[in-house]
């Protein structure tokens, strides 16, 4: 159960493998598990050959996950093995007010609940992510300013009471860094660092499977790492953070004289094609994030960075100026600097994220039926 739970559909063979149990005793199991409403399974093709594909049950309940953008929400609605049901997203404006976006939230999930012929009863948790960081205890935002019109609400009892589930409220690239660990391009590495680099810049920490939130849940935020300790003031009040330097407002700002009002798409659109003053804009994106990703890889020696968010769609544009600085700014070691991809879930992850710590959380809670 724990792995259908933790990895999603999974094959008889497959769960066998993961669990070193016998296929036939896999195969026991799993008809003993369908004949008592728990699993349900179907047919599936792994590798041309036919198997069948194992996953928990729809009765058992559905998790709800949310992402807060700097500009957008996303809403997504999954069964009790992950799968996504419904996903849809909406744009925000800027600085949009705390209460709006949660009431907006909630009425997405409703919507999607009966989209789905489901009743309001079969969802068990929610999991929402925001862009700043979170303490574990509270739900609350931790650094003032960071989200105008966030601070101090009580985000966890707010949507509670919209819907009447447990909600549990993390920083975006944490919940990156977790989806991505679990089922994305981190899978089998150890520790996990990933980078989230879009509008803003974040980052969490994966070490033993576990997130890292450190004190006040600020752990990861390598947006705010200073690079130029006189340059530019950051939204966090700090000066030349890694953030002013590669956050889009930085990067179209450079390009607004030779090429006009850019969206972030229209910059790696252009670089992709050619354009030499997107490509440089990109690169010299890749050479400060590797700066700061080689300060973090000093620290913890991670098995992997994985870079996530919308800048990640330029692909090596963007990874091999950072692999190029990595090598020559972490300790030298008889296997290299560690390895640099793109986020195998793209724009899914902290939404992925989300839904994965719903539905940990409507385990450890019962509401799922099973055992934790």
């Not at 990933?194 to 980052?203: A, C, D, K, N």
């Given at each position: 159960m724990a792995a259908v739970q933790r990895r999603g559909a999974l094959t008889q063979i497959e769960l066998a493998g993961v669990t070193g149990l016998s296929p036939a005793t896999v195969s026991n199991i799993v008809k003993e598990l369908t004949a008592a409403g728990v699993l349900h399974t179907s047919p599936s093709t792994r590798s041309g050959r036919r198997a069948l594909q194992v996953s928990l049950a729809r009765n058992?309940?559905?998790?709800?996950?949310?992402?807060?953008?700097?500009?957008?929400l996303r809403v997504a609605l999954a069964d009790a093995s992950l799968r996504v049901l419904?996903?849809?997203r909406m744009p925000l404006a800027p600085d949009h007010r705390a209460d709006v976006g949660l009431r907006r939230a909630a009425l997405l999930v409703t919507e999607m609940v009966e989209s789905v012929d489901a009743g309001p009863e079969e969802l068990l948790a929610m999991g929402v992510c925001i862009p700043a960081p979170v303490d574990r205890r509270t739900g609350g935002i931790t650094t003032v300013g960071m989200m105008r019109g966030w601070d101090g609400m009580p985000l966890p009892e707010l949507l509670g009471e919209e819907l009447d589930v447990p909600v549990v409220v993390e920083n975006d690239a944490?919940?990156?860094?977790?989806?991505?660990?679990?089922?994305?391009?981190?899978?089998?590495?150890?520790?996990?660092?990933?980078?989230?680099?879009?509008?803003?810049?974040?980052?969490?920490?994966?070490?033993g499977g576990q997130l890292v939130h450190g004190r006040a849940g600020g752990a990861g935020e390598i947006g705010h790492v200073t690079i130029d300790e006189r340059g530019p003031i950051c939204r966090c009040g700090n000066r030349g953070c890694l953030e002013?330097?590669?956050?889009?407002?930085?990067?179209?700002?450079?390009?607004?004289?030779?090429?006009?009002?850019l969206t972030l798409g229209d910059l790696i659109g252009r670089a992709v094609e050619g354009d030499p003053g997107c490509r440089r804009v990109l690169a010299d994106t890749g050479r400060h994030l590797g700066v700061a990703a080689a300060n973090i890889c000093n620290l913890i020696d991670p098995g992997i960075?994985?870079?996530?968010?919308?800048?990640?769609e330029a692909g090596d544009l963007l990874l091999d100026p950072m692999r190029a600085v990595l090598e020559q700014r972490t300790m030298p070691s008889a296997s290299g600097p560690p390895g640099v991809a793109a986020a195998a879930l793209g724009a899914a992850a902290e939404v992925r994220g989300a839904l994965a710590v719903a539905l940990d959380t409507a385990r450890v809670s019962g509401a799922l039926g099973v055992g934790p």
């Open positions: 058992l309940g559905l998790v709800a996950g949310v992402h807060f953008g700097n500009r957008s419904a996903d849809q944490n919940l990156g860094a977790l989806a991505e660990t679990r089922f994305g391009a981190a899978v089998g590495h150890d520790p996990v660092v990933y980078l989230r680099v879009s509008h803003g810049v974040g980052g969490g920490i994966v070490l002013t330097f590669v956050g889009a407002p930085a990067l179209l700002g450079m390009l607004a004289g030779s090429h006009g009002n960075i994985v870079v996530g968010g919308r800048l990640a």
